[in-house]
């Protein structure tokens, strides 16, 4: 922890686990619970930074797989690192390219080779794919979707690349297990990414040390062990209490496989275990019934790329469930998106010219989507953080939830 960077708890559920905060960075404030815009590739696709901001999103968080392979995080770093290369003033993030490394790596779908010896069961290979990703002890080796080159990724060569990207929130390299993985291969991850964590904490005291001319980067450890309550507890607790070189973690990324339905228990059994007064990042979720579950067992920000992926797919989020514009209801449909939504495409813009625009397939298609949805997300997350503070947070979670999914029931597609 530096002096640049810290986390205030706020108001506080009942249940002592949820609450508000703040997180400040080097480059500004972030008010918890709080969604964070993906720009994976130092882009929120189609929408301008300036935009990104008038929404509302108070950080951007960029991928260091995709940096690292293209333009480079050497360029990143020669530009002023992330923020100043997109012109993205605010604070930011990176994760750690662990998940695209074994994901993306692997064919763009879940399938990792395991080179551990009697782990045929745990080899989640969809047939006819090439095994392009191999997990070992010291790292993954993977071979580039791009361009087929093959590369390897440890947790220092991790470190690297995100202390060239200059994000204000790191993520330690973790291994990405599925819900398809076997109770010993779990067991065996979470040992994994509790050593790759201790090499991590080690290559960022290193590098914050020699780049001390820089604005300091948080580092998050990323808590795995998929759906079993004493692997979420121990990795939770282990990670906590890790301290290399003076160097312990600043906040904590949960992470790898979650259960829809026991999302909440999950994230609980992680917070459980972690300290209060250091924030705790969800990867990965956006659906409503998420967001309230978790942050109620005490998760302060998320990323996502649903938000602006189903954007460009013609699908909007409103307070009444989720619509497709494309569909031919909405030819004449001359109203809002939504009509008490505060967005820039709301206020200007009618389901008739969006559904127009992804008809004729122009561009403005995705970029007025993605507005709407991405504000939806980061304006329900906002209100979340609200009703802590003013304490009916149950009440707009019941009101909220109602109305969306029964919403969602009676939209016909
Ligand atoms: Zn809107």
Known sequence: MSASFSFTPGAVLANGKGRSGVIDTPHGQIRTPAFIAVGTKATVKAVLPETVAELGAQAVLA????????????????????????????????????FQVMSLGAGFKKVLAMDTVGLADDDVIAEGKTRLAHVDDDGVTFTSHLNGDRHRFTPEVSMRIQHELGADIMFAFDELTTLMNTRGYQEQSVERTHAWAVRCLAAHAERTAARSHKPYQALFAVVQGAQYEDLRRRASRDLAC????????????????????????????????????????????????????????????????MPSRVARNAALYTRDGRFNVNTARH?????????????????????????????????????????????????????????????EFDAFRDEFLGRFYAGRRSVTQ
């Open 63 to 98: 991928n260091a797989y995709h940096l690292f392979l293209q333009p480079g995080s050497d360029i990143v770093d020669a530009a002023g690192g992330l923020g100043a290369f997109m012109n993205w003033p605010g604070p930011t993030f990176t994760d750690s390219g662990g």
């Open 242 to 305: 890790l301290e290399v070189e003076g160097q312990a973690f600043d906040g904590f990324g949960i992470g790898g496989a979650l259960e829809k339905e026991n999302l909440g228990t999950i994230v609980g059994w992680c917070t459980d275990e972690l300290p209060f007064d250091k924030p705790r990042h969800l990867l990965g979720i956006s659906e409503p019934d998420d967001f309230f579950a978790a942050i109620a067992a005490g998760a302060d920000t998320f990323d996502c790329v």
């Open 331 to 391: 030819r004449r449909a001359f109203e809002p998106i939504e009509d008490d939504c505060d967005c820039y495409t709301c206020a200007r813009y009618t389901r008739a010219y969006l559904h127009h625009l992804f008809k004729a397939k122009e561009m403005l298609a995705s970029t007025l989507a993605t507005i709407h949805n991405e504000r939806f997300t980061v304006r329900l997350v906002d209100d979340i953080r609200e009703s802590i503070e003013t304490g």
